[in-house]
């Protein structure tokens, strides 16, 4: 946070210092990514302070892309996508878990549907211990975050959900850190718009994301937070 | 929701009937799972009220399991743990995903730690498409969601996060609504409580449920959400 916000509560330093980003950005990029965590942790006043944001960002005409990666099974999911993909307000897209398959996605996708709007589903992350556990192997060598993004791709390719663009509304969050896995992913969801984290503070670099980029050099976003946000502590940018 | 409830606003209605749940089962039950999506759903006003039960459910003398279900690289995983798993109030535990493996799990953990508090990570969810992604099989036929569980075992059993009653505070998602698996599980996670959700409005039968509990009949615990609170609609609890 730069000092002269630090005479201010938490929520209201934030609050000031994430519209000082949207209008800093606003003209320059086309999408905003804010991180839901770090306003949650200031409980009810930092969720008001999220929904005030988001508005914010779309009024200066970003596509808001809500991080918020929800997921449950589809009862509760229902709840999650009205509370962020209804078709009044709210962000654009956002961010969701793919761990409980097709059911749990459903209503994440019925909703972005009805209203026009779009999900990532988390296919690859970004940080060191994704392979770990995204890396689980089958007999003939496909990697589990493959099966993932099979699965992303048939459900998303579903009739009604494909725009005239020829994108999905179904997209996938693909980390810029492992570009190999990039162009693997690439192929087997040619139709999914791609969210690509990890460019800037996880050390990838631009040269990472192009393998996240289609035939056409189009379908993804990429992601940079915290290398923008935290501009203002670099020297030069100060 | 009952009747005399519908003239209230929204989270009103939620909050007196949340606060009935928690008044009616204090004393006969050892813990409640409170779902944060219903709530999430009415914004900040939503995650208020959700707080406010937290509370008042720990002031009944509930152990409370936020069934929040967050995950997130480390950097964000911090704050969500910062809301959920400080010190001072709050609840018992949460559950999280475990997608982004251990550098992700690793603020959720210490959190956990430092405050004497408990998360159980999602291995096994009881929804019907939970097997489409989680049964994912290797050459020697392991399940994906028994990487999973190795993972969590590992992870877990670290020192100083296994208590004097010989569990870890790092416990698992077991879905009662596959009793096979959940025998799996057990072997491989002998130091894990598992959170068993599934019984009830998911079809688990109490039989089902047992399979999670380890040789010395104790190690888990059982959820019945829709069953108990939609219960006043039942002719016979009415």
Same mark, same amino acid.
């Given at each position: 946070?730069?000092?002269? &916000?630090?005479?201010? %509560?938490?929520?209201?330093?934030?609050?000031? *210092?994430? &519209? #000082?980003?949207?209008?800093?950005?606003?003209?320059?990029? !086309?999408?905003?990514?804010?991180?839901?965590?770090?306003?949650?942790?200031? $409980?009810?006043?930092?969720?008001?302070? =999220?929904?005030?944001?988001?508005?914010?960002?779309?009024?200066?005409?970003?596509?808001?892309?809500?991080?918020v990666k929800r997921g449950d099974?589809?009862?509760?999911a +229902?709840?999650y996508?009205?509370a962020y993909?209804?078709?009044?307000?709210?962000? %654009?897209?956002i961010t969701v878990s793919? =761990?409980? $398959? +097709?059911?749990?996605?459903? !209503?994440f996708?019925?909703?972005?549907?009805?209203?026009?709007?779009?999900?990532?589903?988390?296919?690859?992350?970004?940080?060191?211990?994704?392979?770990?556990?995204?890396?689980?192997?089958?007999?003939? $060598?496909?990697?589990? *975050?493959?099966?993932?993004?099979?699965?992303?791709?048939?459900?998303?390719? #579903?009739?009604?959900?494909?725009?005239?663009?020829?994108?999905?509304?179904?997209?996938?969050?693909?980390?810029?850190?492992?570009?190999?896995?990039?162009?693997?992913?690439?192929?087997?969801? !040619?139709?999914?718009?791609?969210?690509?984290?990890?460019?800037?503070?996880?050390?990838?670099?631009?040269?990472?994301?192009?393998?996240?980029?289609?035939?056409?050099?189009? $379908?993804?976003?990429?992601?940079?937070?915290?290398?923008?946000?935290?501009?203002?502590?670099?020297?030069? =940018?100060?």
């Amino acid at each position: 946070m730069p000092e002269e &916000l630090a005479s201010l %509560d938490a929520v209201a330093a934030i609050e000031r *210092f994430s &519209l #000082a980003v949207v209008e800093a950005v606003a003209g320059i990029v !086309p999408a905003v990514k804010p991180q839901i965590a770090c306003f949650e942790r200031y $409980g009810a006043e930092g969720i008001g302070c =999220y929904h005030r944001v988001v508005a914010a960002a779309r009024e200066a005409g970003l596509i808001v892309i809500a991080d918020v990666k929800r997921g449950d099974i589809g009862s509760s999911a +229902a709840h999650y996508a009205a509370a962020y993909l209804g078709a009044k307000g709210g962000p %654009d897209a956002i961010t969701v878990s793919g =761990y409980f $398959g +097709a059911d749990g996605l459903a !209503p994440f996708i019925d909703a972005a549907r009805d209203a026009g709007k779009g999900i990532f589903v988390l296919v690859r992350t970004s940080n060191p211990s994704a392979k770990d556990i995204q890396d689980f192997s089958d007999v003939r $060598g496909k990697l589990f *975050f493959e099966r993932m993004a099979a699965a992303v791709a048939e459900i998303g390719d #579903a009739e009604g959900l494909v725009g005239q663009a020829g994108y999905s509304c179904v997209g996938a969050v693909v980390g810029a850190t492992y570009p190999d896995e990039a162009r693997t992913l690439r192929k087997l969801m !040619p139709r999914q718009l791609f969210l690509v984290p990890g460019y800037g503070a996880q050390g990838a670099s631009a040269n990472d994301c192009a393998a996240s980029f289609d035939q056409t050099g189009r $379908g993804a976003i990429v992601n940079a937070s915290r290398s923008v946000i935290y501009a203002f502590a670099d020297q030069q =940018y100060a």
